[in-house]
Nanobody
Framework: QVQLVESGGGLVQAGGSLRLSCVAS????????MGWFRQAPGKEREFVAA????????DHADSVKGRFTISRDNAKNTVYLQMNSLKPEDTAVYYC??????????????????WGQGTQVTVSS
């Protein structure tokens, strides 16, 4: 069992930045690839970014490429999502997730085994 706790969300103006963190506990963090997803009201949960267990490979959704960056620190059991140049359409609840397929940057929610409770990001225009 892996417990995931996100933090760092909040209210920011368009063009601003936020850094989300997700701390894992329970199992060896480096056994898992990690991902970030988001869900806006009335919409399906969508892929944002993913990173393999070592951090050697990452993947980002087209909608956030060049603005968001996923990274991880295995010594701190933490995965990050640096979000720059935020837009109102980035407003959503952001979730981190852990996948046992540690070599692969999965993009589908069904490929993840554990989820955090989410953190709200609101971008005002």
């Amino acid at each position: 069992q892996v417990q995931l706790v996100e933090s760092g969300g909040g209210l920011v103006q368009a063009g601003g930045s936020l850094r989300l963190s997700c701390v894992a506990s329970g199992h060896t963090f480096s056994r898992y690839a990690m991902g970030w997803f988001r869900q806006a009201p009335g919409k399906e949960r969508e892929f944002v970014a993913a990173i393999t267990w070592s951090g050697s490979s990452t993947d980002h959704a087209d909608s956030v490429k060049g603005r968001f960056t996923i990274s991880r620190d295995n010594a701190k059991n933490t995965v990050y999502l640096q979000m720059n140049s935020l837009k109102p359409e980035d407003t959503a609840v952001y979730y981190c997730a852990a996948s046992g397929s540690k070599w692969y940057t999965a993009q589908r929610p069904l490929e993840y085994d554990y989820w955090g409770q989410g953190t709200q990001v609101t971008v005002s225009s």
